[in-house]
C-alpha cells in the first residue's frame, strides 16, 4: 500500500481544506443592459454584417444568444476594422496578389 493510513478525523479535516481551496463562487447573472446600449450593440452587429457578412452574422447570433454585450460587438467592429486597414496597405495587397484574392 503506497498510501498512509489516517485517522477518519484527518480525513474529515483534509476534506475540509481541500473544498475550501476548489471552492468556486458561482457566477453572478450580469445586468441587463439599458434600452440605448442595447440598441447601440444591436447597430454596431448590423453594421458588422454590412462590412463583412459571416462575421456580422455570427456576432449577431452570439449575442441574441447569450445576451446583448457592447464590449464584445465593439471589439469585433475594431478587429473588423483593423484587419481591413492591414490589407489596403502595401504589404496587405502584395499578400492579397500572392494568394490569388
Known sequence: MDE???SVSHDVEFARVRSA???VEPEAPSPRLSTPLRLTTHALNASLIMVWAPLGAGVM???LVRGESTRFSGRMVVLTGLFAAALNTPFGQYMSTMIGV
Open 4 to 6: 498512509p493510513s489516517l
Open 21 to 23: 481551496f476548489n471552492y
Open 61 to 63: 447570433a452570439y449575442s
